[in-house]
């Protein structure tokens, strides 16, 4: 996998969704044809007719992120907690994205975690904005750094905890060809970052531990 390393988008970001210059429908479906025939098959012959339509809406489906803002995911939280204030965490949070590199798939699983300060977040939340982000084009590096840097800014809690791990296809199906690598990436932030026996008791929880 080519490590390209990206900085956290600044705060303002995460509050907007990308602005990006789509073009029509048409266009798309008439640059499926052309990698149709780059390929060396025919887009006119029966079974390719309405693959430039069917790509058209896959791929608005798989890139459904850019359409979303991962900070409002995170707008409603709860203060009703009964006092806690220890670690939560959601693991093997199934994703798929597309490497920026190559657009062919990344295959894994998000674990996140936070120490929450005085509220909490709906469980269902954390996931929604793994998939915002997944549904981008993306590397493992700046999508680990991505969610992290989210819920820190609009949680503010004491800190956050993110690990990936992912089957990159384009090492799998190109290249080198090695199936079954897995990536792994980690990022902390606030206490997490600041006291390494927490980043223990995160990794030992997300690995089945005591």
């Not at 597309?98 to 469980?123: F, N, S, T």
């Amino acid at each position: 996998m080519d490590a390209v390393i990206k900085k956290l988008m600044p705060q303002s970001a995460y509050m907007e969704k990308p602005v990006t210059d789509r073009p029509s429908e048409a266009e798309v479906e008439a640059a499926v044809r052309t990698l149709l025939r780059w390929t060396g098959d025919n887009p006119d012959r029966e079974g390719l007719i309405d693959t430039p339509k069917r790509v058209t809406k896959a791929f608005r489906e798989m890139f459904n992120g850019y359409d979303m803002c991962p900070a409002e995911e995170l707008g409603r939280t709860f203060e009703e907690v009964a006092g806690y204030d220890d670690l939560v965490i959601v693991k093997d949070i199934t994703f798929h994205s597309h490497c920026e590199h190559h657009m062919v798939p990344i295959i894994g699983k998000a674990h996140v975690g936070y120490l929450p300060d005085g509220k909490v977040v709906g469980l269902s939340k954390i996931a929604r904005v793994v998939d915002i982000f997944a549904h981008r084009l993306q590397t493992q590096e700046a999508m680990t750094a991505q969610i992290a840097g989210v819920i820190q800014d609009v949680l503010n809690p004491r800190g956050v905890a993110v690990m990936l791990e992912a089957e990159h296809m384009c090492m799998a199906m190109r290249g080198i060809r090695k199936q079954d690598s897995t990536t792994l990436t980690s990022t902390f932030t606030g206490i997490f970052k600041d006291t390494p026996e927490e980043q223990v008791r995160f990794v030992t929880m997300v690995r089945g531990g005591a």
